[in-house]
């Protein structure tokens, strides 16, 4: 399998659970991913959460995406960077235009963090696969 059917996947399930680690105890939460390609997972928070104090210490995570009725679902273990590219910053506060509710309408203003999910590995998972899990092929990007 490519990278692509693992973000097509994710462009059609864009809400998803991602986890990071504060010190030795594991965080999760909902997120709504802004999109994915071949190149990895996007995502737009505000500076000042914990997610992303968490992630500038440690930018491992795993993303969880599944559908609807849970039949199908989607690991992504790896690592994040932010993302300091003005035209993608920009691009993020035209498609996420409820940003500018929290004062963000310039890609320069700090209270906007953008991070990508950039190398790692993915695989998908269904009922099925429930006693198998180690067999399931992963695709490493």
């Given at each position: 399998?490519?990278?692509?059917?693992?973000?097509?996947?994710?462009?059609?399930?864009k809400t998803?659970?991602?986890?990071?680690?504060?010190?030795?105890?594991?965080?999760?939460?909902?997120?709504?991913?802004?999109?994915?390609?071949?190149?990895?997972?996007?995502?737009?928070?505000?500076?000042?959460?914990a997610l992303?104090?968490?992630?500038?210490?440690?930018?491992?995570?795993?993303?969880?995406?599944?559908?609807?009725?849970?039949?199908?679902?989607?690991?992504?273990?790896?690592?994040?960077?932010?993302?300091?590219?003005?035209?993608?910053?920009?691009?993020?506060?035209?498609?996420?235009?409820?940003?500018?509710?929290?004062?963000?309408?310039?890609?320069?203003?700090?209270?906007?963090?953008?991070?990508?999910?950039?190398?790692?590995?993915?695989?998908?998972?269904?009922?099925?696969?429930?006693?198998?899990?180690?067999?399931?092929?992963?695709v490493k990007?």
């Amino acid at each position: 399998m490519s990278l692509k059917e693992y973000a097509d996947f994710a462009n059609e399930n864009k809400t998803c659970f991602l986890s990071t680690v504060e010190g030795d105890q594991p965080r999760v939460r909902a997120m709504g991913m802004w999109y994915a390609d071949e190149k990895g997972f996007y995502f737009q928070a505000q500076s000042v959460k914990a997610l992303i104090k968490q992630l500038q210490k440690n930018p491992k995570v795993e993303a969880y995406f599944c559908t609807k009725d849970f039949s199908k679902a989607m690991r992504v273990t790896g690592k994040v960077k932010f993302v300091e590219d003005l035209k993608m910053r920009a691009k993020c506060i035209e498609e996420r235009p409820f940003v500018k509710n929290f004062g963000i309408t310039e890609p320069s203003n700090p209270l906007l963090a953008v991070f990508h999910l950039y190398t790692g590995e993915a695989f998908f998972w269904t009922f099925g696969d429930s006693m198998k899990e180690d067999q399931i092929p992963r695709v490493k990007f």
